[in-house]
Antibody, heavy 120, light 108 residues
């Protein structure tokens, strides 16, 4: 059974940093692209970032490019999102997700999410 | 960047009725790269339909997807109480992987 479990969310001041983790199990983690998606309170879904199975390729939404860094540790089956220079508009529930195919397809499995609140 | 526009914003129907949700994509996208998700309050989204018309694992056959190019549709043939939720379409052809703004399906 595929399981994704996010952690690391919390309250942080504007300009601060936070690192989110997503522990994966139930599939060959290193074979799959992994994704971060976020949802601001009461709003829709926004794709944040994606990383290839090897970790060698990553892409970001314009709104986080240069401030967020996606990474993975395939030996620990864990995905990360390092967030810095946080802004109020980064406040959201952050979900990690796994694609249907190794490097293609819809977002088949989602974690339960972790809430990041950016406020002074 | 692909823009996905869902309509209506809110759909009020009764259990047993048929629901038709629309997703317009600009520019056009291959049906291979169009998905639908369901999200209930306090829960993570759940994949319903992939490749525009294929049901994900465990999804009841009252859910169906159709369409191509710029116009896609999610149909729920006969609404069950548990189907009242927010539905999102998404393209996953190119980054940024964009979502529609969502259609809220509420009980009339």
């Amino acid at each position: 059974e595929v399981q994704l479990l996010e952690s690391g969310g919390g309250l942080v001041q504007p300009g601060g940093s936070l690192r989110l983790s997503c522990a994966a199990s139930g599939f060959t983690f290193s074979s799959y692209d992994m994704i971060w998606i976020r949802q601001a309170p009461g709003k829709g879904l926004q794709w944040v970032s994606i990383i290839s199975g090897s970790g060698g390729i990553s892409y970001y939404a314009d709104s986080v490019n240069g401030r967020f860094t996606i990474s993975r540790d395939n030996s620990k089956n864990t995905l990360y999102l390092q967030m810095s220079s946080l802004r109020a508009e980064d406040t959201a529930v952050y979900y990690c997700a796994k694609r249907r195919g190794y490097n293609y397809g819809a977002f088949e499995y989602w974690g339960q999410g972790t809430l990041v609140s950016v406020s002074s | 960047e692909f823009v996905l526009t869902q309509s209506p914003g809110t759909l009020s129907l009764s259990p047993g009725e048929r629901a038709t949700l629309s997703c317009r994509v600009s520019p056009s996208v291959s049906s291979s790269h169009l998905a639908w998700y369901q999200q209930k309050p306090g829960q993570a989204p759940r994949l319903l339909i992939y490749e525009a018309s294929s049901r994900a694992t465990g999804i009841p056959d009252r859910f169906s997807g159709s369409g191509s190019g710029t116009d896609f549709t999610l149909t729920i043939s006969s609404l069950e109480p548990e189907d009242f939720a927010v539905y999102y379409c998404q393209q996953h052809f190119n980054t940024p992987y964009t979502f529609g703004q969502g259609t809220k399906l509420e009980i009339k």
